[in-house]
């Protein structure tokens, strides 16, 4: 295989996503670049320059490198990025001080049209592989019934206005199996928090015991400051 590999690797040349460097058959990143990914995702962390009023946990620091990579990466679909990403997150445990116990990982839907588009939802791929990491459940409860413009193009008002009636839950879910519950809202890169935000609206008519949100990247606008004159 190893053979193998070398040569299609030099009839076939793969080029890094993120700095165009050469990489070896089939992978999306190169050495370096998985490196700078692997140091880059931590422990849970929370947010507090959100939009949201319940706990917000990101894997990634305020625009580090990974929100460049998932961001690149969203416009040239690749399961390969979730795979790097489940192998930091598996290989150190990185969810079983803050998120062990009986939680739900719940994605942040995408619309119908825009998945074929991409091919998958990768804040569902997210879910499954943080779920799965625990021995946790995993349920895609909530469906976007409205294709919205990307939330990173809209001002302020806009925001809201561009998600009304667009979130709703899942046609025929039992309501009661998250009754009591701790759920847990899942997204690659949350850019402004008015999707989780939106997201957590409809599940708190579950009634389950707690909601927060973990995202692996996030780029929440830091609060300007203000001049003085
Ligand atoms: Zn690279």
Redesign the pocket.
């Known amino acids: 295989m190893g053979i193998l590999s070398d040569l299609l690797s030099a009839l076939l040349p793969f080029c ?1 996503h ?2 165009s ?1 050469p990489t070896s058959f089939g992978e999306v ?2 050495g ?2 998985n490196d700078r990914l692997c140091q880059a995702i931590n422990e849970p962390v929370p947010v507090n320059d959100t939009v949201c009023d319940f706990p917000v946990y990101t894997l990634s620091e305020y625009d580090s490198f990974v929100a460049e990579v998932i961001r690149l990466i969203k416009y040239r679909p690749s399961r390969k990025l979730a795979c790097y990403i489940e192998k930091t997150v598996l290989s150190r445990n990185l969810l079983q001080n803050k998120f062990a116990g009986d939680f739900i990982f719940i994605p942040v839907p995408m619309h119908p049209s825009r998945e074929s588009q991409r091919g998958f939802n990768q804040a569902e791929i997210f879910a499954e592989i943080f779920a799965r990491s625990l021995g946790s459940n995993f349920s895609p409860a909530l469906r976007r019934v409205l294709a919205t413009v990307p939330q990173a193009s809209c001002n302020e008002k806009q925001r809201l206005e561009n998600l009304k009636g667009a979130i709703d839950m899942q046609p025929g879910l039992q309501k009661s199996c998250f009754r009591g519950r701790n759920l847990v809202l899942v997204d690659d890169v949350a850019t402004t928090g008015t999707t989780l935000q939106k997201c957590h609206e409809q599940l708190q008519s579950l009634e389950p015991a707690s909601i927060k949100a973990l995202v692996v990247s996030h780029s929440f606008r830091k609060t300007p400051a203000v001049a003085k004159i």
């Open positions: 890094c993120v700095c460097e990143l190169c370096s670049c």
